[in-house]
């Protein structure tokens, strides 16, 4: 779903993924917002194309008739964000323009697909529809190189990440954030010595790769075994293998996941929790939970997922880096490497921090409106970025399909795959006990 060059964790802030990210998310948020108070709120509205559910191709053509110069109007934005992001982080702008171009084309198609009534009664909702589309397309012909460069899939994770902030309460976010927090704990702190113990005292395998797949599969996916893998020293070839496990998994647990939820009845709320502390990347972990046709799931992923387990991915590389030099490193040639605090900040994941400005921000200006304003805030402003946040999610299911490999899926020993194994027996059951049981009132009380 991603490469070791999506972290660049030593470049400067303007060439980073989450400094753009942050930019385009935020820079929407402040737009839209001052375009409210100054009484155009409707420009953000023609660029927020939403596809009604519809049973008939009349209905759907019909629907589109209605707002005709939403699709280009969406096109033109984004496309001028992602393309200014493009020229300053470094990638080709006119092969990355062609590859978004064509993207935006499958995201129309796919979203319109899943918006068919017949098919939401089969609970086949967008995210799946343009993740099977990818796969399936990805896997049977050779992707063009120009089409290639436009599937980022952490890059727009992360917009739509940033946007999601705007529309989820920070009242709502100190409400269940420390919920979310000690969850995440204990199940991080559960699935890593789990990895860990089985990777190394079981199965034979070096301390630092199982640190690496212990972070990959217990707090931020593919992100975390790098920046894991890095703080300890791991080899190039750990951190690969790392990376591929963490794409197999959370490929799998993106069917498994709302298959299940379904079948046990969970509500919402409970069941974007527990899908927030099983799935290993954010993206697949926004697929899934989208998958259950509830905003309330995807809200209380969000916040178990982005808020209780990726902001502890620095604390993770710091403790790591350490165990690393005083106990893994003993007896390697050279001095010893000093640890410092700042390990954490250098891999905090800082569109994290966007999530949060874009949270305080919508929630400080629906305070300080009155009662009709504030509705019609919500509707002319925080609607359509949740729209825009859709769209978002739309191209990074479609890039997780692209990108996924099945033979690349392949090319590591049983070992590895037997470690990360028995961290998701480890995780599945003991997030669904937490989400159901222990803090299930937190989970359902989320709107």
């Not at 200014?84 to 319109?112: H, K, M």
């Not at 705007?166 to 009242?171: E, G, K, S, W, Y």
């Amino acid at each position: 779903m991603t490469t070791p060059t999506s972290v660049p964790a030593v470049l400067p802030w303007h060439r980073r993924e989450d400094t753009w990210a942050i930019l385009i998310a935020l820079g929407l948020v402040l737009a839209s917002t001052l375009a409210f108070f100054l009484g155009v709120s409707r420009a953000l509205g023609t660029a927020a194309l939403s596809i009604p559910t519809w049973s008939e191709g009349g209905t759907l053509a019909g629907a589109l008739a209605a707002n005709p110069a939403a699709p280009l109007a969406l096109f033109l934005l984004f496309l001028a964000a992602f393309s200014a992001a493009s020229l300053a982080i470094g990638w080709d702008v006119v092969r990355y323009a062609a590859g978004f171009a064509v993207l935006f084309l499958f995201s129309i198609a796919v979203t319109a697909l899943g918006s068919n009534a017949s098919l939401k009664q089969w609970q086949l909702e967008p995210p799946l529809i343009a993740l099977a589309v990818g796969m399936v397309l990805g896997n049977a012909v050779r992707l063009p190189a120009w089409f290639q460069s436009a599937l980022r899939t952490e890059f727009y994770v992360k917009v739509g990440i940033v946007l999601m902030g705007a529309t989820l309460p920070f009242t709502l976010v100190l409400q269940a954030g420390p919920v979310a927090m000690l969850q995440a704990t204990l199940v991080a702190v559960a699935t890593f010595a789990a990895i860990h113990l089985a990777a190394t005292r079981l199965l034979g395998l070096d301390p630092r790769f199982g640190a690496t797949l212990g972070a990959g599969g217990s707090i931020c996916g593919v992100s975390a075994a790098i920046a894991v893998g890095g703080a300890c020293r791991a080899e190039k070839s750990h951190v690969s293998v790392a990376i591929s496990l963490v794409v197999l998994w959370a490929v799998a647990m993106i069917f498994a996941l709302p298959f299940a939820a379904r079948h046990l009845g969970l509500a919402p709320g409970v069941a974007g929790a527990w899908i927030g502390t099983s799935e290993f990347a954010d993206a697949a972990g926004f697929a899934a939970a989208a998958a259950l046709g509830d905003d309330r799931a995807v809200k209380t992923f969000t916040l178990m997922k982005v808020v209780g387990r990726d902001m502890f991915v620095g604390v993770w590389a710091l403790l790591v880096a350490w165990l690393s030099v005083t106990r893994w490193d003993r007896g390697t040639a050279g001095p010893p490497e000093r640890v410092g605090a700042g390990e954490i900040w250098r891999r905090f994941p800082r569109f994290v921090l966007g999530f949060l400005v874009a949270s305080v921000l919508v929630t400080v200006v629906l305070a300080s409106l009155e009662g009709p304003a504030a509705s019609r805030f919500a509707r002319g402003v925080v609607d359509p970025l949740k729209t825009l946040r859709g769209w978002a999610f739309t191209w990074t299911f479609l890039s997780i399909g692209f990108t996924t490999r099945f033979r690349d899926l392949t090319r590591f020993g049983w070992r590895p795959f037997a470690a990360v194994a028995a961290g998701v027996l480890v995780n599945v059951p003991l997030g669904y006990w937490l989400s159901t049981h222990v803090f299930a009132s937190h989970w359902l009380s989320v709107r």
